[in-house]
């Protein structure tokens, strides 16, 4: 999901945010990887260099981008790309991959803003269901995810980036934000309580 390797999220590699926290391994030492996951095209999610190293490590897997972001993929290198509408659906290596609604923003420049689409992820497999947020705010459309492809196994929500509130609200989850997201998808699955936090 949104693989980042390199020291900074930037057009260039001398200036821009660094990372605080190295990555726990080596893009070499992944294991073969059937699909990726993008969830947007801000810096600190596509990464080039990344993305470049990552398909020529696993020219087979499939990738999954929202509207829009393919192309700048097959750009870098990457052969197999699935671009999908918020709640379109495609089959890749045995799993269904779904594109969920989001609350954020695109763009990698001053005049590309909200050109490509933001997106959330659902991947059903082996009888296994997970969702991955990506970059979000909290959004009235989590229990309808949670309803059309609940109930997950692994849940995927962020936190970070959120104050000031008046600023980062719409588009970043603060903590409280994130249980309120996470009651939200399991309110489908019909327990008296949700499911306790991890």
């Known amino acids: 999901t ?18 605080v926290v190295q ?4 893009l070499d030492a992944l294991p073969p990887l059937d ?15 990344t993305v470049q190293q990552l398909s020529g490590l696993h020219p087979a897997a499939a990738w999954f981008a929202p509207l829009g972001v393919a192309s ?15 709640w379109e659906s495609a089959e890749a290596v045995g799993a269904v991959v779904s594109c969920t609604p989001a609350r954020h923003f ?6 590309d803003r909200a050109r490509t689409l933001w997106a959330g992820w659902t991947l059903a497999v082996a ?3 997970v969702f991955f947020a990506g970059d979000t705010a909290y959004h009235p459309e989590f229990m309808e ?5 609940g109930p997950f196994d692994l849940v995927l929500l962020p936190i970070g980036a959120y104050d000031p509130r008046w600023f980062m609200g719409s588009v970043h989850m603060n ?10 998808l399991v309110a489908a699955q019909r327990h008296e309580e949700p499911p306790a936090l991890l």
């Open 2 to 19: 949104d693989p980042m390797w390199s020291r900074r999220a930037s057009p260039v590699a001398w200036a821009g945010p660094a990372r």
């Open 23 to 26: 990555p726990p391994t080596s």
């Open 35 to 49: 699909i990726v996951l993008i969830s947007h095209n801000h810096y600190d999610h596509l990464d080039r260099t």
């Open 72 to 86: 700048r993929l097959r750009t870098w290198g990457v052969s197999d790309v699935r671009e999908l509408d918020w």
């Open 106 to 111: 695109s763009g990698r420049t001053p005049w």
């Open 127 to 129: 009888g296994w269901r």
């Open 145 to 149: 995810i949670g309803q059309r492809f």
């Open 175 to 184: 903590p409280e934000d994130t249980v309120a997201a996470y009651r939200d």
